[in-house]
């Protein structure tokens, strides 16, 4: 499997729980850098065998506290030490150490666009209008040596990034897709029963 794969499996989750209005809509929201949430950010994955891909997106207001392309020499090393901290999933979303699992490829992104929204934001939210918005793009594959052990996923993302406040996901594996929101104040995802 490689990176390719992940859009598969995203799309692969998002057909197995479409619903009008639903996942599917929103993925293609968000390709387009549609309206976002500011605190909320989306993660599909896909296990399939002894692989597991993610995709991530998440506004840019989560990760580096600002919504417009970096314009200055400071935000410009937030967005380097933010793609850097994303560049470790492992340590973001964190496995059971019996799963032995390892990073194939990792890649991230920060995607800009001029779409805006402003129904989708409340008034505290700090954006350039004119420079649009952003958003990170975030595509992972890992492999792991005993997928039976990956029975859950702690999210230190939250400890990373304390702009973050939730994720929806949505989740594809060889026995069907589940949708799920883990928080800040909940932090993990099990696992046991879908590998």
Same mark, same amino acid.
């Given at each position: ?14 057909? +197995?729980?479409?619903?009008? !209005?639903?996942?599917?809509?929103? $993925?293609?929201?968000?390709? =387009?850098? &549609? %309206? #976002? ?57 964190? +496995?059971?150490?019996?799963? !032995?699992?390892?990073?194939?490829? $990792?890649?991230?992104?920060? =995607?800009? &666009? %001029? #779409? ?75 696992? &046991?029963?879908?590998?």
């Amino acid at each position: 499997m490689t990176l390719k794969a992940i859009a598969a499996l995203g799309a692969c989750a998002a057909a +197995l729980t479409v619903a009008p !209005g639903g996942p599917g809509a929103r $993925a293609q929201e968000h390709r =387009e850098l &549609g %309206a #976002h949430e500011h605190g909320v950010g989306h993660l599909d994955i896909g296990i399939d065998g002894s692989q597991i891909a993610m995709d991530l997106h998440v506004p840019g207001m989560d990760i580096v506290g600002f919504e417009h392309a970096p314009g200055t020499d400071a935000e410009r090393e937030q967005l380097a030490a933010a793609l850097a901290t994303l560049d470790s999933p492992l340590t973001l979303f964190v +496995l059971p150490d019996d799963a !032995g699992c390892t990073v194939i490829e $990792a890649r991230a992104e920060l =995607e800009t &666009g %001029a #779409h805006h929204d402003d129904d989708a934001h409340d008034e505290s939210d700090a954006h350039d209008d004119e420079g649009g918005h952003t958003e990170f793009d975030v595509e992972y594959l890992l492999t792991c040596a005993d997928i039976k052990a990956a029975d859950r996923m702690e999210f230190a993302y939250f400890d990373a990034f304390p702009g973050a406040q939730a994720l929806q996901i949505q989740l594809a594996t060889n026995t069907g897709a589940m949708q799920a929101k883990v928080t800040r104040d909940r932090p993990s995802l099990p696992l &046991g029963g879908r590998l």
